[in-house]
């Protein structure tokens, strides 16, 4: 029996809350299948796992059961986001890492598109007006010409762009280092130039991953370069925004709204007063899971892994230095 | 002094309630202004004007004024649905009627796409959670592929059939006629293919005119026609409505969700069970009202009124048969 015939071992790490994820049942014609769901089920799995597919990225029991990871080449996230994945360990091993970049982008995009016009329209206060039963007529917005920043010119960051630029917006991007010409954004400016393109956007869009460069990036500085006017929409990840800070902003109204799918705490304390806050959409994480996400992520890994078993360059490989992959 | 000289005389018919036009004031410098809020000051105005501007198009006092059109030569509405102007007198008479169109096409258009995303994306539900800071991850839908079937392909049918095409949705369209070819829509079909085609989309757009061939057309046959999943929107007229139908549609789940900008009566009347039906977003006649929008009305009639009175044809002149401009 030589090696491309051999099952590899893959250890699949669900929340202990979730469903064996649909889609992946061929799978087990293809290696054998370990599953885990928290950090004792993982310790007990890893020995002897070539592959490990993490699901969740709420929790992180990898930095426990990691010591016992003896055989280890090959992690895939089935998430955008690396960060809960990328523990000091991994990121200093030579473990490959590889992410779901691709199956969240349009509808991540469709969400940002969705939670402008639903701004600029304003069906928030029409939708407080028909609770009280209320004719209201009122002039709203035209989301035609006005301009969208969005930070992160990866994968996601460019679906947005694509599609809010077919609508007529003008849309910029902020990236680690700035180009003049961009298939996507009419420019892309660098890190640097990022509080004087806050001073110029209608839309401010974080899309960007959570890295050592982006933690933080959004506090009251950034919330006082923005227009008063401005819609803040957060679909990357928490703690790239002091909740804070926006949250004072908000209430000073420094900035006119926000639209946010993910929190610096998930889930949003009950308590939370953003939640209570008429001028802000919360939703649960949710930005990029379409109806049929997980079967798309199940059949995206198990692509890769044909790949990787014909012995093949795999795809989404994640730069551990940058924390996402490059090249987009 | 010759003709072009003369200074016409123009009545500007305005709601009770509502202000001057902002940006008619050039109009004293090119006419003898009179100004009409009702009926009887109509009736003072009318003798020698040759044109009348009709802000109001809620309100019937023209066709108790009308015997007093001595020398009316040209009524301009201010409005993309001419029909409470279109009154009998208007329509066998020879004076020409012209209308907005063009201003309202893109802001109704964005309205369209926004209620298109809000539905898909559940944001209704998202902040119906907000409302009680409930946490709850759901997957939704996506826009991409998704059929919308869009009645009335005229100014502002196609513009929405443009602007939900730009983002990869698949747009067919309703006219009088139907066409396989088509610079906007994915095909045309003609009205008697209404009921199928609304077998087939996802979302379905009213953005016809009230004419007598459009009076009543969606009632519960045509409800009945649609998908239990289907999205109704409803920004043309709301007599083209049977009120009552989409009330027992959407209560018996015959269609999912409706967004409604015009109604059969307006206001809606406060004890409307519209009101409290939580898969209905309501709002108040203003989905093309964007902030200046009375200002680029006073401009397109002003540039109407200087072709007029250098003798050069007017644009937007309604087909009085019709009922709204041809050739879009």
Same mark, same amino acid.
């Given at each position: 029996?030589?090696?491309?015939? @051999?099952?590899?071992?893959?250890?699949?790490?669900?929340?202990?809350?979730?469903?064996?994820?649909?889609?992946?049942?061929?799978?087990?014609?293809?290696?054998?299948? +370990?599953?885990?769901?928290?950090?004792?089920?993982?310790?007990?799995?890893?020995? %002897?796992?070539?592959? =490990?597919?993490?699901?969740?990225?709420?929790?992180?029991? =990898?930095?426990?059961?990691?010591?016992?990871?003896?055989? /280890?080449?090959?992690?895939?996230?089935?998430?955008?986001?690396?960060?809960?994945?990328?523990?000091?360990?991994?990121? *200093?091993?030579?473990?490959?890492?590889?992410?779901?970049?691709? $199956?969240?982008?349009?509808?991540?995009?469709?969400?940002?598109?969705?939670?402008? /016009?639903?701004?600029?329209?304003?069906?928030?206060?029409?939708?407080? =007006?028909? &609770?009280?039963? &209320?004719?209201?007529?009122?002039?709203? %917005?035209?989301? /035609?010409?006005?301009?969208?920043?969005?930070?992160?010119?990866?994968?996601?960051?460019?679906? $947005?762009?694509?599609?809010?630029?077919?609508?007529?917006? *003008?849309?910029?991007?902020?990236? @680690?280092?700035?180009?003049?010409?961009?298939?996507?954004?009419?420019?892309?400016?660098?890190?640097?130039?990022?509080?004087? &393109?806050?001073?110029?956007?209608?839309? !401010?869009?974080?899309?960007?991953?959570?890295?050592?460069?982006? +933690?933080?990036?959004?506090?009251?500085?950034?919330?006082?370069?923005?227009?008063?006017?401005?819609?803040?929409?957060?679909?990357?990840?928490?703690?790239? !925004?002091?909740?804070?800070?926006?949250? %004072?902003?908000? @209430?000073?109204?420094?900035?006119? %709204?926000?639209?946010?799918?993910?929190?610096?705490?998930?889930?949003?304390?009950?308590?939370?007063?953003?939640?209570?806050?008429? #001028?802000?959409?919360?939703?649960?994480?949710?930005?990029?899971?379409?109806?049929?996400?997980?079967?798309?992520?199940?059949?995206?890994? /198990?692509?890769?892994?044909?790949?990787? &078993? @014909?012995?093949?360059?795999?795809? #989404?490989?994640?730069?551990?230095?940058?924390?996402?992959?490059?090249? #987009?």
């Amino acid at each position: 029996m030589n090696d491309a015939d @051999r099952k590899p071992v893959v250890t699949v790490l669900t929340a202990p809350d979730e469903d064996t994820p649909p889609g992946l049942e061929p799978l087990s014609g293809l290696a054998e299948v +370990r599953w885990a769901r928290d950090a004792e089920s993982l310790a007990g799995a890893l020995p %002897g796992s070539e592959v =490990l597919v993490v699901t969740d990225f709420r929790t992180g029991v =990898l930095g426990h059961a990691w010591p016992k990871a003896d055989k /280890l080449r090959w992690i895939h996230a089935t998430s955008a986001g690396v960060d809960a994945v990328l523990i000091p360990e991994v990121r *200093e091993s030579d473990v490959v890492l590889t992410n779901a970049q691709g $199956i969240f982008n349009r509808s991540i995009a469709e969400y940002v598109l969705g939670a402008i /016009l639903m701004w600029v329209k304003d069906f928030h206060g029409s939708l407080r =007006l028909q &609770q009280k039963h &209320q004719w209201k007529h009122r002039d709203t %917005g035209r989301a /035609l010409g006005e301009r969208v920043l969005v930070v992160g010119a990866g994968a996601i960051g460019r679906e $947005i762009a694509r599609v809010t630029a077919a609508i007529g917006m *003008e849309v910029h991007g902020i990236a @680690r280092e700035g180009r003049d010409s961009d298939p996507d954004f009419r420019a892309v400016h660098g890190n640097d130039a990022l509080h004087e &393109q806050l001073s110029l956007a209608d839309h !401010v869009v974080v899309a960007a991953p959570l890295t050592s460069g982006t +933690r933080g990036m959004f506090d009251a500085r950034a919330f006082e370069a923005m227009r008063e006017s401005a819609l803040f929409i957060n679909i990357g990840r928490g703690p790239i !925004v002091c909740t804070d800070d926006l949250v %004072g902003a908000l @209430r000073r109204k420094r900035i006119a %709204g926000a639209a946010l799918d993910v929190f610096e705490e998930e889930p949003l304390p009950p308590e939370h007063p953003l939640w209570a806050m008429d #001028n802000v959409l919360i939703t649960a994480h949710m930005a990029g899971d379409f109806i049929g996400w997980r079967a798309a992520l199940s059949e995206q890994f /198990l692509e890769n892994l044909a790949r990787w &078993q @014909r012995g093949e360059e795999l795809f #989404n490989v994640v730069d551990k230095e940058l924390g996402y992959v490059p090249g #987009n």
